[in-house]
């Protein structure tokens, strides 16, 4: 039995969210152990070495650096002494195997407006309403409503009469052709969303916020990779006094006369604890909880998971200069691409892949003369019925050889270093139920009250954070919920305290612009 004198939490798991929360408890005095499942921390944030070359296996382009330096700043740390982030410019370059044509996507208005004129001038007439208009839902959407806890229907309903003003209600792909009309451009400022595990077609259109902040406040890298951030939070939490034990798999939470008293590992250990933050897949909850079942009735169906991804992550002997940092392909269906990968969960008969390759930033991510690329396809979830273990090599073929075809001649003679995962990866190693790779759906019915909220519902003491619970996924997403979760403790365990700053923090660390000149 593991217990304590002192007021305990209990953090399971140790992506974004869980770190972000152990760092905010951790200043409110708690004391706080993170259990970990896996080998190393960061969940779908790890890293992978091997050979020279350095490669992050999920998130990989930070937007809102803000949003970190709240973070660092709540253990009284300045970001800039732990982390270099630099600006890219462009962000991240779009290909489509159909035209000649690509769209830089960065934060430079004219040099936008520019690659917007070579497909449609009167589109690009229209980016500043776009930027207006979705700058709009940023501020009254996410800003506000992403810090708040959405436990009550009123709540939300208080919210209703601001999300129909802007017109956020409607999906996404709706809401952005009312400003652009040329296909290419409806897709490079509506795909976001796909990359939380949202079909545009199918998300409400809050999620414009993602295309005008990565505009308004750039797209960034942080020298080493994210996993540099992961190594920087886990080492405050250190420093901070805080526990973290790898390997170290939960199995059960446990509870006593509606309260959570602690959890046990898979080992049998009993870690006792006043309270519980669970920063696994939230669709996992009754796997934990299996005699305590969450069947209140203000989820009005099952949450519904996401897709999934095939990641490759690929060491060459050879650069491939075509590719900038971010790089996405799109092949000759995008439309059909997504239904095959969301509403139908069956491999799609077209391709579209993001691409990573921090080498183009940073040399030192890959061995000489080299690249590190990181490949990233959508792909439906184990719902589908395939056979992961017969169908990876021949996808995996399949993908390297389109892309050959298409600008990247000599890929697969190239590389040296291999690793992948698939969506047994996400199931096996991440614990996401269906393999699923972002958690739950972001549509309109799994947002705000009708997502996993911050606190149970049904056991008091327990609390979620991470990309499954409010208020969404992504690493923003992510670190918001871990501020929402921090104020909802602090008023259960009637602590006074001001997690946030009025007004929206800009980055203050160690950034770097593009022309590389210190910010």
């Given at each position: 039995m593991v217990?304590?004198?002192?007021?305990?939490?209990?953090?399971?798991?140790?992506?974004?969210?869980?770190?972000?929360?152990?760092i905010r408890l951790l200043g409110d005095g708690w004391a706080v152990t993170i259990l970990e499942a896996r080998p190393e921390i960061g969940g779908r944030a790890s890293r992978i070495r091997e050979g020279g070359y350095t490669f992050d296996t999920g998130p990989s382009l930070i937007t809102m650096p803000w949003l970190f330096e709240e973070v660092f700043a709540a253990a009284g740390e300045k970001m800039s002494d732990h982390v270099t982030l630099r600006q890219l410019q462009p962000g991240y370059r779009i290909f489509w195997t159909e035209d000649d044509r690509h769209f830089d996507f960065g934060s430079d208005r004219e040099a936008l407006v520019a690659e917007m004129r070579k497909f449609s001038a009167s589109d690009a007439a229209n980016l500043d309403a776009f930027l207006a208009d979705s700058g709009a839902i940023h501020r009254e959407g996410i800003l506000v409503s992403g810090r708040q806890s959405f436990l009550d229907l009123a709540d939300f309903v208080k919210l209703l009469p601001t999300m129909a003003?802007?017109?956020?209600?409607?999906?996404?792909?709706?809401?952005?052709?009312?400003?652009?009309?040329?296909?290419?451009?409806?897709?490079?400022?509506?795909?976001?969303?796909?990359?939380?595990?949202?079909d545009p077609s199918r998300v409400p259109a809050i999620y414009a916020a993602l295309a005008y902040l990565q505009i308004a406040d750039g797209i960034w890298y942080s020298e080493g990779g994210v996993y540099s951030v992961?190594?920087?939070?886990?080492?405050?939490?250190?420093?901070m006094g805080g526990t973290i034990a790898v390997n170290s798999k939960v199995d059960q939470i446990l509870h006593r006369a509606g309260t959570v008293v602690g959890v046990r590992t898979s080992d049998g250990t009993v870690h006792d604890a006043n309270l519980v933050v669970y920063n696994g897949d939230v669709t996992a909850r009754d796997v934990l909880l299996p005699d305590r079942p969450d069947t209140l009735p203000w989820r009005l169906r099952p949450l519904?998971?996401?897709?999934?991804?095939?990641?490759?992550?690929?060491?060459?002997?050879?650069?491939?200069?075509?590719?900038?940092?971010?790089?996405l392909v799109v092949g000759d269906d995008y439309h059909g691409f997504i239904r095959d990968v969301t509403r139908d969960r069956r491999i799609p008969h077209s391709n579209a892949v993001y691409i990573h390759a921090p080498s183009r930033t940073e040399p030192a991510m890959a061995a000489p003369g080299g690249d590190s690329i990181a490949i990233l396809l959508p792909v439906p979830n184990l719902a589908s019925g395939d056979d992961w273990r017969a169908l990876e090599p021949r996808l995996r073929d399949r993908t390297l050889e389109w892309l050959e075809a298409w600008g990247l001649p000599g890929l697969r003679d190239s590389i040296v270093v291999e690793r992948s995962w698939t969506p047994l990866t996400f199931r096996d190693e991440l614990l996401a139920p269906d393999?699923?790779?972002?958690?739950?759906?972001?549509?309109?019915?799994?947002?705000?009250?009708?997502?996993?909220?911050?606190?149970?519902?049904?056991?008091?003491?327990?609390y979620y954070v991470g990309g499954g619970t409010?208020?969404?996924?992504?690493?923003?997403?992510?670190?918001?919920?871990?501020?929402?979760?921090?104020?909802?403790?602090?008023?259960?365990?009637r602590a006074s305290h001001v997690s946030h700053p009025r007004g929206a923090a800009r980055a203050t660390g160690n950034t770097v612009g593009p022309d590389g000149a210190r910010i």
């Open positions: 217990g304590s004198d002192r007021r305990r939490a209990i953090v399971v798991g140790s992506g974004f969210g869980g770190l972000a929360t152990a003003r802007l017109d956020a209600i409607r999906f996404l792909g709706g809401w952005v052709a009312k400003y652009f009309k040329e296909p290419h451009l409806q897709q490079a400022f509506g795909f976001h969303s796909l990359f939380i595990g949202g992961i190594e920087a939070f886990g080492a405050i939490v250190q420093k519904r998971t996401t897709m999934s991804a095939h990641m490759m992550y690929l060491g060459t002997n050879k650069r491939f200069e075509k590719l900038l940092h971010h790089t393999g699923n790779a972002f958690a739950v759906e972001p549509s309109l019915q799994q947002s705000a009250y009708f997502r996993q909220p911050n606190r149970d519902r049904a056991l008091a003491g327990l409010h208020p969404g996924a992504g690493m923003p997403g992510a670190l918001l919920t871990a501020q929402v979760t921090q104020d909802l403790i602090r008023s259960d365990y």
